[in-house]
Structures are given as C-alpha cells and as structure tokens.
C-alpha cells in the first residue's frame, strides 16, 4: 500500500491531472490511496467567496464565482469528460453560497461546508477521468471515514475510529486506485469539519499511518527540500535525504514544504515521508525517514529577530532568575526562540519587537541590551557539530567583516544557530552555502 498526496498546483490543469494518474498506475500492482488537494487556487477562490457573501459584496461574489465555474469546465472539457460531472456539485455551491450572500453570514460551520467544495469538485473530475480510462478505480468521500472533533475551521481528528474506518472502506476493498480528497473530515454527527489550511497533509499521513502504507508520498511543485533558501543562494541544491528531526528543524525556518505537525501520524509508525516534484517526476525527490545520517543537511535563515540581552549580576550563583524572565515573557505570550547565558547575563531573540511595556519588566531584573534587524543562520545535520574541524570552517566563513552576534550549539543535536545583523543575511549565506555544500 502507498499513500500519494497531491497538492493544488499538481492537478491546476488537465495535463497535470492525468499526470496524477500515470503517476500512480507506475505503483501497481500495489494498492494505492491518492489524497487530492483542491484544484489550483480554489480554496483560495472558495475563500473571497465567503468573505464577499459576509460583507455582502455581489461583484466580488459573482466574479470569484464565475471563475471557480469556468475552472472546472475547462478541466472538463480538457479531460473528455461530461460537463456534467461537475454541474450537480456547481449549482449546489451557487446555491449554498447565496444563502450565505443573502444572510450576509458566514459562520464557521458554513466556511468549514464551504471550503470542502474545492476538494469535492476536484477528486470528482479526477475520479471520473480515470473512470473513462477504465483503471480500477474506487470514490470516498473523506466524510465517512475522517472523523473529527467539531472545532471548525481546525478539526482535530479521532485517530482511533478514522483508522477503523479507513480500514473497513479501504482496507477490504479490492480497488487498486482510492480517491479521497484532503483536508475534509467530518463530525461523528456527520457535520462538515476541515482540517486547517494546507490541511491535506495531515490527512495523507493519516490514511499512511492508519493503513500501514509503506511509503507516503507527497507530490508539490518544488524539487524537495532544498540544502537552502533558493531565493537567496543560487547553488541551493534538493536534498537526498534527511531526518523527521532535521526536516522539523527546517520548517520553522520556512522549507515550508511539509510542517512537522502534519506528518507526526507517519513519524510515530516510522513511515518514510519523499517529497516529490510533479513537474520533474524522474527525480528522485527528498526523502524524509527515521534514519540519521551524519552529514551536513542545510542551511537555512531567519531575518528581522531581535535580540534582548539581560544583564543582572544577581544571576550569579542564584536561582529562580530565568524563570522570572521567562515569566515575563510568557504572561506578553512571546515565544523565545533562541537563548544564550554567560553567569551574569542571558540573550534571547525574538521575532518581534519587544514593546515598551515588556522592556519596563525586563529591566526590573536587570539591565537591558536591544539588538534589531538581526538575523539568525542555522546549520542543520545530525551530530556533525562535535567536529571542531567543521565549526573551523563555518566560522572562517565569516571573517573580519561579519560581526557574530550570538551563537548556540548544543541545544540538539541536529544545529548550530549564529546570529549576525540582517545586512549580511545573503554574504553570510552564500558563504556559508560555499564552505558548507560547495
Ligand atoms: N485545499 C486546502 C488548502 O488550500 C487544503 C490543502 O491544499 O492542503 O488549504
Ligand atoms: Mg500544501
């Protein structure tokens, strides 16, 4: 069994829909569960569309409308298939979103009903395709089988009984092909729920882990997970393999391919999770496992931090002085990201500017340093940091002329993290990239 998931931009066009499907018939004779996003920007549309029926905006309504209409016709038309495999569920969202636009009310048990037309309207065209190409092909509706909590707009599934479920629909059915759409799940009373934004993931792990596939993939428009941010080093190249650990490490620093919380139901069955690129389908992609291997992996930034330094010689020998600053902290809800002491002071960043009130707290427990625009580098790769030979070579990296403003080793075993001014975010990171990959 193998768990495929593909993403919006994968089935934007025809092409790409029946790409989808080559895709998975190279997987037979293995049984193979296919996760579909909603087409293209449809939820995106989905999403205008209920904001203009709440501010009771008709043109934007019927324009965005209009849009998602002639969308899935076209894919219609491109795939050969009926016009009318789409019109019952098209008139049915014109209908459901006049009353919305009627009422000018929008609750988020409707936006939750709302949203799951992307999804439908999309494992809808893709099923009927595969139909007229006779493949083996069976229909799920995400309903009957994910079943959720009723905090809508985020449902928390029900591990348990989706597992059951999923087992007695996909588990006993002789269909090579399943189609279920991400993202969609419903309330043990049947009620619509989704799963957050970008929520297809997460129901791909679930159906991974609940039908013990072997493999998840998970096909997006990007090569996979990249030994840096392409945008800012141009020799940033897709990485083979890494670690649940590392890949978790990464996303906070926006390889936002896949985030850490979505995959945990294949992390904990150590179900290797490949990130693959539907555009380049021959190359080989990332693939993410519980395996580490002892090899630098990426290198990644965060830009616009601050840094506040607390200095109070108290903290000498004395107790109970970084919980009273992480104290402050927690009662302003802002999270600490990176934390660096010496006997008499600690240094913490931040991501956002601390307000006066917070510093006025601060300085109560000692004298405060604010350091702004800075930003923080991270070399990610599982236990490659005890070799002094390698930390040579990433701080020669930075010379005379890139001041280091914090640094922290130590806190995993997966990274080094240095701090430097955000002026030398790209110096610094190209640099870096050479000394490291190149
Ligand atoms: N279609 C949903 C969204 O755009 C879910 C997903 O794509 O994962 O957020
Ligand atoms: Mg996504």
Redesign the pocket.
């Known amino acids: 069994m193998i768990v495929l998931k593909f ?2 931009t994968s089935i934007r066009n025809s092409t790409m829909i029946q790409r989808t499907l080559e895709i998975a018939s190279k997987k037979l004779p293995k049984k193979v569960v296919i996760v579909y ?1 909603a087409s293209g920007k449809t939820t995106d549309h989905l999403v205008t569309i209920g904001e203009a029926a709440r501010n009771g905006n008709k043109e934007a309504y019927e324009s965005t409308l209009e849009q998602i209409i002639t969308h899935h016709k076209n894919i219609c038309n491109d795939l050969s298939i009926s016009q009318e495999t789409a019109d019952d569920l098209l008139e049915e969202l014109r209908h459901f979103t006049q009353g919305l636009l009627l009422l000018k009310e929008v609750t988020k048990r409707s936006f939750d009903s709302l949203l799951s037309f992307g999804e439908f309207l999309s494992t809808r065209l893709v099923y009927a395709y595969a139909m007229s190409k006779n493949l083996s092909v069976e229909y799920h509706d995400s309903r009957t089988f994910l079943k959720t909590d009723n905090t809508f707009g985020n449902a928390q599934p029900n591990m348990p009984r989706t597992k059951e479920l999923l087992k007695q629909r996909i588990g006993s059915s002789s269909a090579s092909i399943h189609i279920v759409q991400g993202f969609i799940g419903s309330t043990e009373g049947g009620v619509c729920t989704t799963l957050g934004r ?1 929520g ?2 997460y129901t791909a792990s679930l159906c991974a882990a609940a039908l013990d596939a072997e493999v998840l993939e998970v096909w ?1 428009d990007v090569p996979g997970i990249m030994t840096s941010d392409p945008r800012i080093v141009s020799d940033a190249q897709p990485l083979s393999a890494l670690s649940y650990q590392e890949a978790a490490e990464l996303a906070y620093f926006g390889a936002k391919v896949l985030h850490p919380a979505t995959i945990q139901p294949a992390v904990e069955k150590a179900i290797p999770v490949v990130i693959k690129n539907t555009n380049e389908p021959e190359l080989p992609g990332t693939n993410i496992g519980p395996n580490h291997t002892p090899t630098i992996k990426a290198l990644t930034s965060k830009s616009s931090l601050t840094l506040v330094q607390v200095h109070s010689s108290r903290m000498l020998n004395n107790h109970g002085f970084l919980s009273g600053m992480f104290t402050i902290f927690n009662e302003h809800k802002i999270s600490v990201d990176i934390v660096a002491t010496s006997e008499v002071s600690i240094t913490v960043s931040l991501e956002i500017a601390p307000d006066d009130k917070l510093l006025n707290e601060l300085s109560r427990i000692g004298k405060i340093i604010v350091l702004q625009n800075q930003t923080c580098l991270c070399a990610v790769g599982y236990r490659v940091w005890r070799n002094a030979n390698l930390l040579s070579k990433v701080f020669s990296a930075f010379g005379k002329d890139i001041p280091i403003t914090l640094i922290s080793l130590g806190g995993s075993e997966n990274n080094l993290t240095i701090v430097i001014p955000d002026s030398k975010q790209q110096i610094a990171l190209e640099r870096l990239h050479t000394v490291l990959f190149g």
Do not use: M
């Open positions: 993403g919006g996003s970008g297809s993931d997006t």
